[in-house]
């Protein structure tokens, strides 16, 4: 189900004293012509002047001068991380699986095809797609090259931040849509989910990124342990293929197999997931600290990523870990994926700060929280933090241990079942949501709204920007809305 669907559960309590008719509309809510024609503005206006040939950024400036992803970029340039093209591609499809709208469809399609035209030959995505002819010279893309030719252009696939998972998240999502009838698309998809298949590790995990596929022998299967001493000093070092948990890597490629074993039936991905799984289960670290670290080393001890993400026990990511192993067990029956479940709770929650959070890290050792500086300087005080990173973050502690009850519980045939999306209803509160979307949307076809570009340096004087991650709410919502009125009537 997209991640936009809104699920709304009460009809207008006029409604039901009226057996035999249905009320009439308040003079304000909005009509299905005035919400198709806010969609076909809308989908047009940023079809047609803020797509780099049907891929997307995060933001614009109101005058659509300056673009920028996770960086400023120009108008031949579309990014891959959420919000961006695969989060907006994936607004389309929803939409057009509410209206069938044809002129959605087709966008939705010109979306898929900029990022089969972003796909590199490694099989997955890097953080943006250049349609430039220059700056394509210099990348291996699928569409462009063959194997034979990739020689020093850039072919690294990196499941960092849902970068390479959404997009063929989006394209299984379209695939099915489809009824698998558009070769190109169906085969895209599943060259890419190959690919992440081979680039499993043998024990498991994934990389954050990877542009071979890994040797068997040269990973041994072990599990997590600590290392006799670890440096307080940052190595400076490549990280990128290590066992990667940060920014929920892994729990993201789980979840990704799992979708595509649903839709493809393929025991492959389900096996995939399983050992994702298998991982987690290494990977817990013991006592007296069973929790788990952002990354690891070959030896599956806790290591340094970048100059700001310490060897430690995790605060964040141990949280999804703990979400998706209950996911696994719902999926396979499997009581080895709730066994950790339990100490780690405990764990976690004796190391809860007074207001109920997590840091994000705490030392080897000690369980004492570790921050940093300003400058970069490993720290036991939260006084001088970087703004820039969750130094700290949410519990989900209590909701993660009713889950775990709920179901350990819970019959094993009733464990897992298919997800029917629930239809919209027409509410009053979807009404007034639609009229005030309608109402925001300016005469070009654009929502407006107050904010600022974060890389155009420290001059730049935007107020006004359009937003992708506001955009594909939007559309998701007139669309409910059209779907609603339409079932109504």
């Not at 300056?66 to 499809?93: C, N």
């Not at 797609?129 to 569409?143: H, K, M, S, T």
């Amino acid at each position: 189900m997209s991640p936009y669907f809104l699920r709304v559960s009460c009809l207008l309590a006029a409604m039901t004293s009226l057996p035999l008719a249905p009320p009439p509309l308040a003079a304000a809510e909005p009509t299905p012509r005035e919400a198709t024609d806010a969609l076909h503005r809308a989908v047009r206006f940023f079809r047609d002047n803020c797509s780099a040939e049907g891929g997307y950024v995060y933001r614009w400036s109101a005058d659509l001068s300056k673009r920028e992803g996770e960086g400023g970029v120009g108008p031949t340039t579309a990014w891959i991380e959420p919000p961006g093209t695969p989060a907006v591609g994936m607004a389309y499809l929803e939409a057009y699986r509410l209206t069938k709208d044809p002129e959605v469809k087709a966008t939705a399609l010109q979306t898929a095809d900029a990022l089969l035209r972003g796909q590199l030959l490694s099989g997955g995505w890097d953080n943006k797609i250049e349609f430039g002819a220059a700056a394509r010279n210099l990348i291996a893309y699928r569409v462009d090259l063959k194997d034979a030719q990739v020689g020093r252009r850039f072919n690294t696939t990196t499941f960092d931040d849902d970068k390479s998972q959404s997009a063929v998240r989006f394209l299984m999502q379209l695939d099915r849509t489809l009824e698998f009838s558009d070769p190109r698309i169906h085969e895209a998809t599943l060259y890419a989910l190959d690919a992440f298949t081979q680039a499993q590790y043998p024990n498991g995990a994934w990389p954050q990124r990877y542009s071979a596929f890994p040797k068997a022998d040269e990973f041994p299967i072990r599990p997590a342990s600590f290392a006799e001493m670890w440096s307080r000093e940052f190595p400076a070092a490549k990280y990128d293929g290590f066992y990667t948990l940060n920014d929920n890597t892994i729990s993201d490629l789980i979840s990704t197999m799992l979708d595509a074993y649903d839709i493809y039936g393929d025991a492959r991905y389900l096996a995939a997931a399983e050992r994702g799984g298998d991982f987690f289960l290494r990977a817990q670290l013991p006592e007296p600290q069973p929790g788990w670290a952002q990354q690891y080393d070959r030896d599956m001890h806790p290591a340094w990523a970048r100059k700001f993400e310490p060897p430690a026990i995790t605060g964040g990511e141990s949280q999804g870990v703990m979400q998706t192993l209950i996911v696994l067990y719902r999926r396979t029956g499997d009581k080895k994926f709730l066994a950790p479940i339990p100490r780690a709770l405990e764990y976690y929650r004796s190391l809860q700060l007074p207001d109920g959070r997590l840091a994000r890290f705490y030392e080897l050792g000690t369980d004492r929280p570790l921050y940093f500086t300003k400058t970069y300087e490993l720290t036991y005080s939260d006084a001088d933090m970087p703004t820039h990173y969750g130094f700290q973050v949410g519990s989900r502690l209590d909701r993660i241990e009713r889950d775990y009850q709920k179901w350990r519980e819970t019959p094993t045939d009733k464990l897992w079942a298919p997800v029917t999306p629930t239809p919209p209803k027409l509410t009053a509160a979807l009404a007034n949501e639609v009229r005030q979307i309608i109402d925001a949307l300016d005469s070009r076809g654009a929502w407006v709204e107050s904010g600022s570009m974060s890389y155009q340096g420290t001059r730049d004087t935007t107020t006004e920007v359009i937003q992708s991650a506001t955009f594909s709410k939007n559309i998701v919502t007139l669309s409910q809305f059209l779907a609603a009125s339409r079932s109504r009537d």
